[in-house]
């Protein structure tokens, strides 16, 4: 089975602070995904990356960055976190460049900025 | 651009009813359709996708969903549905050529007994 790990189910930052969100999959997965989650807007493309030290915006990339050095690892980083950043923070993974390939997730990490 | 709309945000039912749940999706080329599910604090694990072929099709836990390319619609069906069906549902489109994953806004399914 593929597994996702997130470092972090829980986490509580404090406004201004460098966070980073771990990200790791077990099955050699070409892609991979951050997406936040919040209530009533269901789940928005952050990041996502397509191979190692590649990297592409998704549709709310403000305000974050991402790295991937090693395939089996992508990292979430919210240079200064601020309140708004506050949601759940979802990491996930598929196999191939193709659509077709179900993407895997984590079970999130839930980031409250205070 | 695509976009997924899940009109009903929640969905009340009885155990042994059955359910339907709507997503309606605009996009001006092909799409790849996925209906995923999240159980109570987990991520999401897909249901089913339709990518072409026959328009109905089967998913894990008994569901189907149904693709309507007149209605541009990909509606989630159970005919009875179990307390353990309780989670909220999503509903995704993918346009052919690209990768990423568009998703609608959810709709929680409560079971009742």
């Known amino acids: 089975d593929v597994k996702v790990t997130q470092s972090s189910r829980y986490l509580v930052k404090r406004t201004g602070e460098k966070v980073f969100l771990e990200c790791v999959q077990d099955?050699?997965?070409?892609?991979m995904f951050w997406y936040r989650q919040d209530p009533g807007l269901g789940l928005r493309l952050i990041y996502f990356?397509?191979?190692?030290?590649?990297?592409e915006k998704g549709d709310i990339p403000e305000g974050y960055s991402v790295s991937r050095e090693k395939k089996e690892r992508f990292s979430l980083i919210l240079e200064s976190a601020s309140t708004n950043q506050t949601s759940m923070y979802l990491c996930?993974?598929?196999?191939?460049?193709?659509?077709?390939?179900?993407?895997?997730f984590g079970p999130g990490t839930r980031l409250t900025v205070t | 651009a695509q976009s997924v709309t899940q009109l009903d945000s929640q969905v009340p039912v009885f155990e042994e009813a059955p359910v339907e749940l709507r997503c309606n999706y605009s996009?001006?080329?092909?799409?790849?359709l996925f209906w995923y599910v999240q159980y109570p604090n987990q991520g999401l694990q897909l249901l089913l996708k339709?990518?072409?072929?026959?328009?109905l099709v089967k998913g894990i836990n008994g569901f189907e969903a149904e693709f309507n390319k007149s209605q541009t619609s990909f509606h989630l069906r159970k005919p009875s549905v179990h307390i353990s069906d309780t989670a909220e549902y999503f509903c995704?489109?993918?346009?052919?050529?690209?990768?990423?994953?568009?998703f609608g806004t959810g709709t929680r399914l409560l079971v009742s007994p």
């Open positions: 990356s397509y191979d190692v030290k590649m990297k």
């Open positions: 996009s001006s080329v092909s799409v790849y």
């Open positions: 995704a489109v993918e346009e052919l050529g690209f990768q990423k994953l568009v």
């Open positions: 339709y990518l072409s072929g026959s328009t």
């Open positions: 996930a993974s598929s196999l191939i460049a193709s659509g077709s390939d179900e993407q895997y």
């Open positions: 099955m050699d997965h070409e892609n």
